[in-house]
């Protein structure tokens, strides 16, 4: 039998040999604009240290990485597609991390059944992928049970708008392979508030969207446990009743939290002061809603069965005059809502990281503290517009600026 001294030895070189990737990275800290080292190591932060005020830091600032919950695509990659492949959403993802994204959810929209259950397929597949999979914690489905009626739709397509089928989303979450963790529907619908005790009750986050519900609609969604308003202002008719409307409930329910596309032109700057003074930084979430057109160059693009015009804003539907979606990452937003609201650098981050990751219990995403995972982003704020210098993913670095 060996002696304990001999056992010590074995466990000490065996504990000396296991690989390391430390390294440190420094720059001005997001939420006080004082200078740092971070030590990562295996993909953790490690270490957190001030700097000498007056050390050779330039005026990068180092945050954790951007968390977008509802992103319909990206460089031409539509989740909701008929050309969705795994290869496709690596495409997209390593493109998000050039505009800060470490985390998302890819977003289904509505569409046919079996294309849902396909592209979900497809996305469950992508998610297992070690190289991408960190970067996507869970998949959104956007419908189809949602408002049929103009303007509430927004650009989904009426014809395959229906009401809650329980069976059927089984289907959905089981091509999934149980991703499914966030849904947006219309309360109104017949079938709804018990539909939505049963996500909940399955552990799927439940929010309010496309839809024309009442104050008693809204209350007994929240009632049954809807927690979230999806782009609030949005997927809203032009005219409304100004007293009778889907808006009020939700500002005035203290227990739902709230996400906006703060991009400049999917609200106005006085909603989204409104929004933002009604349910302040800790229950604001902001969102990008990017199709697939963002990052390509402006023009017509057809997409199935509607032609689609992408200016450098904005995703319109020309015929139906409507807004089909942002052509902007979630970076915009937050130098928009610093700029609407005149917020704090820290506070935009948490709207746009820690919020969410909250929100949506992602324990090791958003915040730079020790033992957290090192997704982190590296920017400098030109004229309130985020430039991405360097991303990491899980200690990696997965983009620098040429």
Same mark, same amino acid.
């Given at each position: 039998?060996?002696?304990?001294?001999?056992? !010590?030895?074995?466990?000490?070189?065996? &504990?000396?040999?296991?690989?390391?990737?430390?390294? *440190?990275?420094?720059?001005?800290?997001?939420?006080? /604009?004082?200078?740092?080292?971070?030590?990562?190591?295996?993909?953790?932060?490690?270490?957190?240290?001030?700097?000498?005020?007056?050390?050779n830091v330039t005026k990068t600032h180092i945050a954790p990485g951007l968390i977008d919950i509802q992103i319909n695509g990206y460089v031409?990659?539509?989740?909701?597609?008929?050309?969705?492949?795994?290869? /496709?959403?690596?495409?997209?993802?390593? #493109?998000?991390?050039?505009?800060?994204? &470490?985390?998302?959810?890819? *977003?289904?929209?509505?569409?046919?059944?079996?294309?849902?259950?396909?592209?979900?397929?497809?996305?469950?597949?992508?998610?297992?992928?070690?190289?991408? %999979?960190?970067?996507?914690?869970g998949f959104h489905l956007e419908g189809p049970y949602i408002s049929p009626i103009a303007g509430f739709r927004g650009a989904h397509l009426?014809?395959?708008?229906?009401?809650?089928?329980?069976?059927?989303?089984?289907?959905?979450?089981?091509?999934?392979?149980? /991703?499914?963790?966030?849904?947006?529907?219309?309360?109104?619908?017949? /079938?709804?508030?018990?539909?939505?005790?049963?996500?909940?009750?399955?552990?799927?986050?439940?929010?309010?969207?496309?839809?024309?519900?009442?104050?008693?609609?809204?209350?007994?969604?929240?009632?049954?446990? #809807?927690?979230?308003?999806?782009?609030?202002?949005?997927?809203?008719?032009?005219?409304?009743?100004?007293?009778n409307n889907p808006l009020w409930p939700q500002l005035s329910n203290d227990a739902l939290s709230i996400s906006i596309i703060a991009d400049?032109?999917? !609200?106005?700057?006085?909603?989204?002061?409104?929004?933002?003074?009604?349910?302040?930084?800790?229950?604001?979430?902001?969102?990008?809603?990017?199709?697939?057109? #963002?990052?390509?160059?402006?023009?017509?693009?057809?997409?199935?069965?509607?032609?689609?015009?992408?200016?450098?804003?904005?995703?319109?539907?020309?015929?139906?005059?409507?807004?089909?979606?942002?052509?902007?990452?979630?970076?915009?937003?937050?130098?928009?809502?610093?700029?609407? *609201?005149?917020?704090?650098?820290?506070?935009?981050?948490?709207?746009?990281? *820690?919020?969410?990751?909250?929100?949506?219990?992602?324990?090791? !995403? %958003? #915040?730079?503290?020790?033992?957290?995972?090192?997704?982190?982003?590296?920017?400098?704020?030109?004229?309130?517009?985020?430039?991405?210098?360097?991303?990491?993913?899980?200690?990696?670095?997965?983009?620098?600026?040429?």
């Amino acid at each position: 039998m060996k002696s304990s001294s001999t056992y !010590l030895s074995v466990v000490l070189i065996f &504990t000396l040999s296991i690989p390391s990737n430390a390294q *440190t990275i420094e720059g001005l800290l997001y939420s006080d /604009g004082n200078p740092v080292s971070l030590s990562l190591d295996k993909g953790r932060i490690t270490k957190v240290s001030p700097l000498k005020m007056g050390s050779n830091v330039t005026k990068t600032h180092i945050a954790p990485g951007l968390i977008d919950i509802q992103i319909n695509g990206y460089v031409g990659v539509d989740f909701s597609g008929p050309d969705l492949t795994v290869e /496709g959403v690596k495409k997209a993802t390593k #493109a998000l991390w050039k505009a800060g994204v &470490t985390s998302y959810y890819p *977003t289904v929209i509505t569409s046919d059944i079996e294309r849902i259950k396909t592209n979900f397929a497809i996305l469950a597949k992508a998610k297992e992928d070690p190289e991408i %999979g960190p970067s996507i914690p869970g998949f959104h489905l956007e419908g189809p049970y949602i408002s049929p009626i103009a303007g509430f739709r927004g650009a989904h397509l009426e014809k395959y708008i229906k009401v809650p089928d329980w069976a059927e989303f089984q289907e959905f979450q089981k091509a999934a392979n149980g /991703g499914i963790k966030l849904i947006t529907l219309a309360p109104e619908l017949e /079938g709804a508030i018990p539909f939505i005790r049963k996500l909940v009750e399955s552990g799927v986050t439940v929010s309010l969207g496309h839809h024309n519900g009442s104050a008693e609609d809204i209350a007994l969604a929240v009632e049954a446990g #809807a927690k979230l308003s999806t782009h609030l202002g949005n997927g809203c008719a032009n005219e409304i009743n100004r007293h009778n409307n889907p808006l009020w409930p939700q500002l005035s329910n203290d227990a739902l939290s709230i996400s906006i596309i703060a991009d400049g032109f999917h !609200l106005t700057r006085e909603e989204v002061r409104t929004f933002y003074k009604t349910k302040g930084v800790e229950k604001t979430i902001l969102v990008s809603d990017a199709l697939d057109l #963002a990052g390509l160059p402006p023009g017509e693009y057809t997409r199935g069965e509607r032609t689609l015009l992408l200016t450098p804003n904005v995703v319109k539907l020309p015929k139906e005059n409507v807004l089909a979606g942002a052509a902007s990452p979630i970076s915009k937003c937050v130098g928009q809502i610093m700029e609407f *609201t005149e917020c704090s650098l820290k506070d935009a981050i948490q709207m746009a990281s *820690t919020n969410p990751a909250e929100f949506f219990v992602l324990k090791e !995403l %958003g #915040a730079i503290e020790i033992g957290k995972r090192a997704d982190l982003i590296l920017f400098t704020m030109e004229n309130n517009e985020m430039v991405i210098e360097q991303t990491y993913v899980n200690g990696e670095l997965v983009y620098t600026i040429k």
